[in-house]
């Protein structure tokens, strides 16, 4: 009775956590700065994303997830373990029990792998839940009912495409495409035709302030600094808003084919429900301008924008930690 329930949106961009009851208390992103001499952790969350692509030898700001799953453990690990004890609060005597999302696509040692993690990180015991389904029951839609909901999730590192009736998957599919790849195609693209080398935040600022999904008739434009690669010198080049949604191009369309296997996967049912009830987008990157309208297009299902999609993840787990035997279904383990 006095153990707290702490739900983790362990994400490749940020992490979220909520505690059941309360709503969220922490949306920070999953970036751990460590010491190179002493392997010691010095910065979680914004401090240490503050130091990306600013540190010098000795220090290593880095993701310690990609793709949605862990890269390395240790550094995942004290991921955790800062978020844990920050929901936890100064009194600990009791270990909490802790709910975390998953893609649908994780191996059964990628799932042994968060769990270990959340467990040396002191917690008393994780299960685990896919993304996907999170989404939908944040997003409002009524998973338990015997009719086909299609969701699509594209958070930082992975877009998470499944179908959903009767509290349970019935297709799905995880590219490993989010807003990271989208960022770095920025990158790559700026470099070749502009011979200048952004870093990661610029790339995202200019994503979210000029990014589109499909070109624009009247389009914006903004300074991005960077190091020529010819002469070595700090430069400034004016950037618009269509070529930006020209680097986009490739990463929208492993998307848009992921989508389609989920729906060429589709029972003919349920495929009749998603034509009448249309695709819900969620995650961070759902917020890219006209990102809708693609997909609308390009598949031939109508879709629509969750609101506050990049919390729809938290706000299902929130509700699951809430009422763990109406979704007990849904529970990996």
Same mark, same amino acid.
């Given at each position: 009775?006095?153990?707290?329930?702490? !739900?983790?949106?362990? !994400?490749?961009?940020?992490?979220?956590?909520?505690?059941?009851?309360?709503?969220?208390?922490?949306? %920070?992103?999953?970036?751990?700065? @460590?010491?190179?001499?002493?392997?010691? @952790?010095?910065?979680?969350?914004?401090?240490?994303?503050?130091?990306?692509? +600013?540190?010098?030898?000795?220090?290593?700001?880095?993701?310690?997830?990609?793709?949605?799953?862990?890269?390395?453990?240790?550094?995942?690990?004290?991921?955790?373990?800062?978020?844990?004890?920050?929901?936890?609060?100064?009194?600990?005597?009791?270990?909490?029990?802790?709910?975390? *999302?998953?893609?649908?696509?994780?191996?059964?040692? %990628?799932?042994?792998?968060?769990?270990?993690?959340?467990?040396?990180? !002191?917690? +008393?015991?994780?299960?685990?839940?896919?993304?996907?389904?999170?989404?939908?029951?944040?997003? !409002?839609?009524?998973?338990? *009912?015997?009719?086909?909901?299609?969701?699509? /999730? @594209?958070?930082?590192?992975?877009?998470?495409?499944?179908?959903?009736?009767?509290?349970?998957?019935?297709?799905?599919?995880?590219?490993?495409?989010?807003?990271?790849?989208?960022?770095?195609?920025?990158?790559?693209?700026?470099?070749?035709? #502009?011979?200048?080398?952004?870093?990661?935040?610029?790339?995202?600022?200019?994503?979210? +302030?000029?990014?589109?999904?499909?070109?624009? *008739?009247?389009?914006?434009?903004?300074?991005?600094?960077?190091?020529?690669?010819? *002469?070595?010198?700090?430069?400034?080049?004016?950037?618009?808003?269509?070529?930006?949604?020209?680097?986009?191009?490739?990463?929208?369309?492993?998307?848009?084919?992921?989508?389609?296997?989920?729906?060429?996967?589709?029972?003919?049912?349920?495929?009749?429900?998603?034509?009448?009830?249309?695709?819900?987008?969620?995650?961070?990157?759902?917020?890219? +301008?006209?990102?809708?309208?693609?997909?609308?297009?390009?598949?031939?299902?109508?879709? #629509?924008?969750?609101?506050?999609? /990049?919390?729809?993840?938290?706000?299902?787990?929130? @509700?699951?930690? %809430?009422?763990?035997?109406? #979704?007990?279904?849904?529970?990996?383990?």
């Amino acid at each position: 009775m006095f153990t707290k329930k702490i !739900g983790i949106d362990l !994400g490749t961009s940020n992490t979220i956590v909520t505690l059941a009851k309360k709503g969220v208390i922490a949306n %920070e992103p999953s970036v751990v700065a @460590i010491s190179i001499n002493d392997n010691k @952790i010095l910065a979680v969350g914004q401090e240490a994303k503050e130091m990306l692509g +600013k540190t010098p030898d000795i220090i290593k700001a880095d993701c310690p997830l990609k793709d949605g799953v862990i890269a390395d453990f240790r550094v995942t690990e004290a991921l955790l373990h800062y978020f844990i004890h920050k929901a936890g609060g100064a009194i600990k005597i009791f270990r909490p029990e802790t709910l975390i *999302s998953i893609p649908a696509g994780i191996t059964s040692t %990628e799932r042994r792998a968060v769990i270990n993690a959340a467990l040396e990180a !002191g917690a +008393k015991s994780a299960y685990l839940v896919k993304k996907p389904t999170l989404s939908a029951i944040g997003a !409002g839609i009524p998973i338990n *009912s015997p009719a086909g909901n299609i969701t699509v /999730d @594209i958070g930082g590192g992975t877009s998470e495409i499944a179908v959903i009736s009767l509290g349970g998957i019935v297709a799905a599919c995880s590219a490993r495409v989010g807003g990271n790849k989208l960022d770095q195609a920025i990158i790559n693209y700026v470099r070749k035709k #502009y011979m200048l080398a952004i870093g990661e935040q610029t790339a995202e600022m200019t994503k979210i +302030k000029l990014g589109s999904a499909t070109l624009q *008739s009247k389009e914006e434009e903004m300074e991005v600094r960077g190091r020529d690669l010819s *002469s070595g010198l700090p430069k400034v080049i004016k950037l618009r808003s269509n070529e930006v949604t020209e680097a986009l191009q490739d990463e929208l369309r492993e998307i848009i084919q992921a989508i389609k296997k989920v729906l060429q996967e589709t029972p003919p049912e349920l495929a009749a429900d998603i034509i009448d009830r249309g695709m819900i987008l969620t995650g961070g990157t759902a917020k890219l +301008k006209n990102l809708d309208n693609l997909l609308a297009k390009a598949v031939g299902v109508p879709c #629509y924008v969750a609101d506050e999609p /990049d919390l729809c993840v938290i706000k299902g787990i929130k @509700i699951v930690l %809430e009422n763990l035997e109406t #979704y007990k279904r849904s529970l990996v383990n």
